[in-house]
């Protein structure tokens, strides 16, 4: 089968007043039809640059993307039918034009007209809960209503790759099951392609076939995500304290992610040797903090993350 996206040698450098700035270094990539891909990195590592480029919204400086087996550059009207996009932020919609009608637009500028349109636009309001808003302006909408009508207005077309660029940035917990759910069903059950930027890892780590992480504009792991997840050759540690306690009362290596629940706090990290291990517990003991428990884990895609990218690096 043809992939979904081919990128070869893809690289973007950005030119002023006799500097260079490389955003995307000789990127290769295929994404198979039908998957979800994690396309993760940290801030400015060239994640949104790379998704424009995919959109024909930036030219790259060198190197090949295909759709659907059909070429950006040299094929834009076939590969732009590929295609739709949820960027991030709430410019994927008009404000002052009401529910429906922003639907009805977007899917009118892709070709589509008459009952079909409004049928599909239709089913797609009311399984994202905005049919009774549909005469509403968006403008009066919640942050995670807006971005669910983006969602909708990006697939009235029924396109069979579908980028997510951060989709639920500034949502809350329901709003953002829901882009969760929607997410899964439209590569599981509809066979879409859906590659999905996001800072939030236990949700990239539950809905993605695939990871693929970009840092400095260069790409430093392409798996499926259980292999992804098996790779790293360190030891995995949880350990449990009773009460809450912050990174800086812990002095807990950089490696290690701290998570509050239920009344205690979770420390989870690599532990390349016994003796680290053995140094932590006796400096939680020396600070009289009340030990619940110590066990050897799998690691979490945050955790595999930070250790590809650098301890450097902040999760957000």
């Known amino acids: 089968m043809t992939p979904a996206i081919e990128i070869h040698g893809l690289s973007k450098i950005y030119r002023s007043k006799g500097?260079?700035?490389?955003a995307v270094k000789s990127l290769d990539l295929t994404v198979p039809a039908g998957q979800v891909?994690?396309?993760?990195?940290?801030?400015?590592a060239g994640k949104t640059t790379t998704i424009k480029m995919i959109c024909g919204l930036i030219t790259p400086t060198s190197g090949q993307i295909c759709l659907n087996g059909f070429d950006v550059a040299r094929q834009p009207r076939q590969a732009r039918r590929q295609i739709s996009a949820v960027l991030e932020g709430t410019r994927n919609i008009y404000w002052r034009i009401p529910t429906l009608e922003n639907v009805l637009y977007f899917g009118r500028l892709r070709g589509l007209h008459g009952k079909a349109l409004h049928e599909r636009a239709e089913r797609l309001l009311r399984e994202l809960n905005l049919w009774d808003r549909r005469s509403d302006e968006p403008r009066h909408f919640s942050r995670?209503?807006?971005?669910?009508?983006?969602i909708a207005c990006a697939l009235v077309?029924?396109?069979?790759?579908?980028?997510?660029d951060e989709p639920t940035l500034g949502l809350d917990v329901q709003a953002a099951k829901t882009v969760e759910e929607w997410v899964e069903k439209l590569a599981h059950e509809q066979g879409k392609t859906v590659v999905i930027t996001t800072h939030q890892l236990d949700m990239a780590q539950k809905i993605s076939d695939r990871v693929a992480i970009i840092n400095?504009?260069?790409?430093?792991?392409d798996q499926p995500t259980r292999e992804l997840l098996s790779a790293p050759q360190?030891?995995?540690y949880e350990i449990k304290v009773e009460g809450h306690y912050d990174r800086a009362q812990l002095h807990c290596p950089e490696a290690f992610t701290v998570a509050l629940e239920n009344g205690h706090t979770v420390i989870t990290g690599p532990v390349p040797h016994p003796d680290m291990l053995y140094g932590l517990l006796y400096s939680f003991r020396a600070q009289s903090l009340p030990l619940l428990s110590v066990a050897r884990v799998e690691p979490n895609l945050e955790e595999v993350f930070i250790e590809l990218c650098g301890f450097e690096v902040s999760i957000q």
Do not use: S
């Open 19 to 22: 500097r260079t700035q490389t």
């Open 144 to 150: 995670g209503m807006q971005q669910k009508l983006a």
């Open 234 to 236: 360190k030891e995995y």
């Open 216 to 221: 400095k504009g260069e790409l430093i792991a």
């Open 37 to 44: 891909l994690a396309f993760l990195g940290p801030n400015g």
């Open 157 to 164: 077309t029924d396109p069979p790759i579908v980028l997510l």
